[in-house]
């Protein structure tokens, strides 16, 4: 489930990044007409494009392997303290 979540949230910052590569291969670009060296413009934004479309599966993946380690620090430690306990009737 919280790889699921990480997911949607690799989804909503999505266009933020897409909007970030947009901005940087314009950067590059207006650097290229200085006659500084560099990769093409083009380049940059489909580089960042590619990482843009990758991005929620990295965020799910992450998100679910940072999830099993926190569960896990939370019951070695819920172990020795004791936990939170609820009763539901």
Known sequence: MLGVLYACMGLIFLPFFALAGV?????????QVQNAPGPPAALIAAM?????????IIYGVMGFVFGVIMAAIYN???HWIGGIEVEVE
Do not use: D
Not at 23 to 31: C, K, L, M, S, V
């Open 23 to 31: 901005a940087g291969a314009f950067a590059q670009q207006a650097q």
């Open 48 to 56: 960042m494009f590619g990482f843009g479309i990758f991005m929620p």
């Open 76 to 78: 070695l430690i819920a």
